[in-house]
């Protein structure tokens, strides 16, 4: 199985500041043949089921905010929330769709200072 | 706008099977990949398997043994059965929507999830 790991486990930053969530695989989820990493990123609210924000490591998803954005390659992948708003309080997760079986990282919560 | 709901029984007692269904709606289940994914309360994300509108199968192979998915296309709804359960299977289930003839794309529509309790 591929491992998922994030760094922090949790952060806290002030409205208006950047946040950065850090997510590694044990290995590389990029596919050769068509340049794409098998990355997803996926924000979960108390009570809701997980939102996709982010796939390919770096595509936003329709009507996601232009203040997420996500990046990397390989095995080391980042998403960042460019001026943390009260609604992005939340977990975000990272998840591999490259091999079965998917496997999500642990996830991040993201609270405000 | 394609919407998901799962039901079933919320308690299942030990040793018993669970038995969730998905029901689609506002679009067609086939020529997609379905997964089921669970979420232990207060923790991560665990993906259980996927089935494709055909019936063609992937399960988690750390519950493989356990698992069965089905598909009933004529009436648009999916299907998960858990056997021997133990308490280490409660959880909120997600039924989700994988890609279109591929299941190599991330999951863009959830259900709601429906939490299911395993004891006596």
């Known amino acids: 199985d591929i491992v998922m790991t994030q760094s922090p486990d949790s952060l806290a930053v002030s409205l208006g500041e950047r946040a950065t969530i850090n997510c590694k695989s044990s290995?590389?989820?990029?596919?050769?043949?068509?340049?794409?990493?098998?990355l997803a990123w996926f924000q979960q609210k108390p009570g809701h089921p997980p939102k996709l924000l982010i796939y390919?490591?770096?595509t936003r998803e329709s009507g996601v905010p232009d203040r997420f954005s996500g990046s990397g390659s390989g095995t080391d992948f980042t998403l960042t929330i460019s001026s943390l708003q009260a609604e992005d309080v939340a977990v975000y997760y990272c998840?591999?769709?490259?091999?079965?079986?998917?496997?999500f990282g642990p996830g991040t919560k993201v609270d405000i200072k | 706008q394609v919407q998901l709901q799962e039901s079933g029984p919320g308690l299942v007692k030990p040793s018993e099977t669970l038995s969730l269904t998905c029901t689609v709606s506002?679009?067609?289940?086939?020529?997609?990949?379905w997964s089921w994914i669970r979420q232990p309360p207060g923790k991560g994300l665990e993906w259980i398997g996927y089935?494709?509108?055909?019936?063609?199968?992937n399960y988690n192979p750390s519950l493989k043994s356990r698992v069965t998915m089905s598909v009933d296309t004529s009436k648009n709804q999916l299907s998960l059965k858990l056997s021997s359960v133990t308490a280490a299977d409660t959880a909120v289930y997600y039924c989700?929507?994988?890609?279109?003839?591929?299941?190599?794309?991330?999951?863009?529509?959830w259900g709601q999830g429906t939490l299911v309790t395993v004891s006596s």
């Open positions: 089935i494709y509108y055909s019936g063609s199968t």
């Open positions: 390919w490591a770096s």
């Open positions: 989700a929507r994988e890609g279109e003839s591929s299941p190599y794309f991330p999951v863009d529509y």
């Open positions: 506002g679009g067609s289940i086939s020529n997609y990949y």
């Open positions: 998840q591999q769709y490259y091999n079965t079986p998917f496997t």
């Open positions: 290995q590389s989820v990029l596919y050769s043949s068509n340049n794409r990493n098998y």
